[in-house]
């Protein structure tokens, strides 16, 4: 009983690659914060999230995966941020105490 | 079908109940047994034996307001009702109606042989035997139980020496079941569907499962982590929600609402699909608006994670998040008013049968519908502010969650007890029990509205006298509620020990269950799964 | 006709090991996200003293610990694409490689906390309360996020372990990766909510 490989294997360089976009990043967000450049915190969140990305689409081979697998993760994140948003309604205008 | 049946039959389809031949013995079988029926049935029956655990704890607290203090003393009433709430919200009602019916049903009604993971299903099980297990144990271990009520509000519950540390941990580990239900029935919904049954063929009542599933698995990691910051501050005295160490303990408001508001999600949610299996049935008619209905679920569990804070108008928050929260709360109350129109709506013109299960799913629109539009009136922001704390919300959250979810259960109890078991109970007894026990239910809860309007203030041990009447006849209806009850539960285990044997499709049902027989075979069916050729419940139904 | 369906079974399951590993993971987001959301809650509130809390931190373990973790990432996606190719060996070392880093990651950060402790900075003790209320919170929230994350990775390393039992006894084949990669998905998770943690406790600027 012969069973196809339903998607093909990540090349090695393809994933050296993206090791070496990571530590680059790495690199980089550490520059941002010792350089105590304006809107540090922001380009720190930033440069996590490309990484994270980077890691979702290469390393957990999302970009193999069907469309109903890719679209469904931003139910979870839409979750998130909506519980994110709808607490900072609280706490961004709670009279000072 | 019936001569393929008798052939199967013949070939040793044996019922799911029998013991598989081997050296197991029944106990162990059970136990250890992958079958999503008997791990149904299994839940079941615990489900039940901790319902009565907790009705008998109700019953005790009313008994005091008889005359407070000749029972019991007030800080016996605070660990009542704190157990109370612990037993019948996190170990009856928010796992009920996926973990008992839709265990046994989901893969039976989208024509599948089991759940996706037997296995991750079993121990599911077993993780919620665990974590009742600590419960209990937080009972009886030295010490007091539990006193913080069922919220387990901070810095109360970091600060009380009572035995908080292992009811937390009994419920945290409980979400980790629910956690593993939810995600084992929505893979399931996606993958192992029988030939034919595409989306929108599906019965309503997995279409719930499904919208219940989605919140079970994003909205318990929040009271998980939040419980464990309780544990971690009465341990380790990390101080997340302790205000003398930095923390807020409005953040754990915020916290445990985000899941405990949706929890009424996914206790309702299911209990509506339910009713809206029963209705059509019982009406001989194809549900008015299918796909409202299903929408109706999918937007019920997503405008149900931005609703929390209406828990929390009087805790101090923000007048932005008041205002922001209360008006998303009025979001919320339009999908369920689609969902009661479309019952009310399929039961017109329709040839109504009203057999048992018939008058539970009536019940259940009345005593829901009181329960959502008192929902609607506390919800809004001024009269919140007066109703919020007193017996109006105690009376709000049993006519949504017993008189809501509860009857919903005992609707589904009856309509699917002749599968479940192959035996039909007797109806006269059953109308009887319902009767007593609506009686009953509106005699306990409906004085609390008026006490609580007229200020009666929960958790309390003692009263005023002003409240004399209203305790006095919801003391009375608390008495009469568990006669309906017993009458009920009566009536059911006599039918499981006598009754007559059921025929495969005593109600007339179109829905893929009830093209098998009862009970089922451990396979579910007894041939190859019937395939579905259009909408569950297009007259004539399937098969 | 047996046969066919054992094909059709077969990419069901894989389907069903698939979607359930991801719905995990979306637990597990949850699960952290909460945690993320009381941590910016709490900085919002006390930005300097979360300024003054983050000073004990090690820059350099910091980050040779990102790098770590990182590594890891890689070479197990690298077992991964081994294993697809038939490469049972390759796949079998760099699996051990990928545990070794994980071990590698929790001995930096054991040190670290061995650090913080030896100065008497751990819940609940008399240094750090007498410390302000936001670096109390500060601490106790580095010790909840990063225990949280460790027991995380702990369980990464064992299910990576059995993951190479597995592959030896040739369980895990160039035809059935299914759980290989599950144990993938899982670990890069843990990676993911590094690098998340990385800035939110080591790169505190003003
Ligand atoms: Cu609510």
Redesign the pocket.
Known sequence: MKLEVPEGATGYGILFFIWIALAALLAATIAIALMNVRMAVALNFLIATSMALLNLFYFMDLRHEDRFLKTIIFLALFALTSIIILTYSDVFYRMAG | MTPAHESAAAAGQASYLENPPGRRGVFASWMLSTDHKRIGVMYLMALLSFFWVGVSLGLAMRLNMLHPGALMQAQTYDELFTVHGIVQLFLVIIPGVPVAFGNFFLPIMIGARDVAFPRLNRLSWWVYLTGAGIVVLSLFISGHPPDTGWTFYAPYSIRTPTNVSLAVAGVFVLGFSSILTGLNFVTTIHTMRGPGMTWLRLPLFVWTLYATGWVQMLATPVLAITLLFIIMGRVLGIGFFDPSRGGDPIMYEHLF?TY??PA?YIMILPAMGIISEVIPTFARKAIFGYKAVVFASLAIAGVGYW??G??MFTSGMSNTARVAFSLL?FFVAIPSGVKVFNWVATLYKGSIRLDAPMWWAVSFIFLFSIGGLS?LIQGALAPNLDLHGTYWIVAHIHYIVFGGVGTALFAGLHYWFPKMFGRMYRERPAKLGWLIFFIGFNLLYFPMFVMGAEGMPRRWFDYSAQYHTGQMISVAGSWVLALGLLIIFGNLILALFRGEAAPENPWGGTTLEWHTPSPPPARNFPGEIPVIKHVSYKAGGNG | MAEMETAAEFRQNRMAAKYGMWFFLYTELLFFGAMFLLYSVYRYRFPLDFHAGAKEENLYTGSINTLVLLTSSMTLAMAVSAIKRGQQKVSERLQMLTMALGVVFLAIKYYEWHWKIAKGLYPNSPVLLKLPKGEILYFGLYYALTGLHALHLIVGIVVVGFMLRYTRKGVINRENTARLENAGLYWHFVDIVWIYLFPLFYLVTK
Do not use: E, K, L
């Open positions: 609402w405990s508001h009424v609703v929390w209406h828990h709360t929902g």
